[in-house]
């Protein structure tokens, strides 16, 4: 397949390890430079789109298109919002925070239903397993990351126990691929922050509001 990365060489990379180096691969920073391929994409993967969310303009105006996009911090409702009725494209989110895309299953959600069974196709011809979770921010995995990261946080805040010992007991306790401050060092402590601020401010859920400690963390990078 002809796969359009928009994003840093690292999330090309990432999908390269996800789909295999027997696709094709044009690779682009920014939605400007990326636009021109758009035509020649059979999939594009977006990762950077929530940072620039007038940039969903440039999927207005290509109505083949067949897009997944870092919908992890917002949600492809709240990315599609301003344009209402006006793509006819296919628009798919997914987790494209560090570490979550190269896993077993694809975690994808939609904006429109009845796209489902062209999702399905792509991912068939991707070669990955997928899962069609509800469109909100931190989908489902990111959610939970998050939120463990948080109370991770809250208990070296209250001396309860050390960053160390938390990542060692988490391993060992749940199997978990890394440690909760591991985790956090591989997502980036930024993006952490900002999802837990953008998942309280969608559900107004205590479970999301970001501990001091992280928050001083943020501050202070």
């Not at 928009?6 to 999908?15: D, M, P, S």
């Not at 560090?98 to 991912?123: A, D, G, W």
């Not at 948080?150 to 001396?159: C, G, H, L, Q």
């Not at 953008?198 to 202070?220: H, V």
Request: contains cysteine; charged residues 30%.
């Amino acid at each position: 397949m002809n796969i359009l990365v928009i994003g840093n060489a690292n999330h090309l990379e990432e999908c390269k390890q996800k789909f295999g180096e027997k696709n094709t691969y044009t690779h682009e920073q920014k939605h400007q430079e990326a636009e021109p391929y758009f035509g020649k994409a059979d999939v594009i993967f977006d990762f950077v789109i929530y940072k620039s969310p007038e940039q969903m303009e440039v999927y207005r105006d290509h109505p083949k298109a067949i897009a997944f996009l870092n919908t992890t911090k917002i949600s492809l409702a709240a990315l599609c919002k301003p344009f209402k009725h006006e793509f006819s494209c296919h628009l798919f989110g997914f987790a494209g925070l560090p570490t979550f895309l190269n896993r077993e299953i694809l975690e994808v959600s939609l904006y429109k239903p009845e796209h489902k069974e062209r999702m399905q196709e792509i991912c068939t011809a991707l070669n990955t397993k997928f899962l069609v979770v509800e469109d909100r921010v931190g989908l489902v995995t990111p959610r939970v990351i998050a939120m463990i990261i948080n109370e991770a946080y809250y208990t070296v805040e209250e001396k309860t126990a050390t960053r160390e010992d938390i990542d060692k007991a988490m391993k060992l306790g749940t199997n978990y691929p890394y440690g909760p401050f591991e985790w956090c060092e591989l997502i980036g402590l930024a993006h952490v922050y900002e999802l837990l601020d953008a998942l309280y401010l969608d559900t107004k859920d205590e479970r999301y509001k970001i501990c001091g400690l992280l928050r001083r963390e943020y501050l202070m990078k």
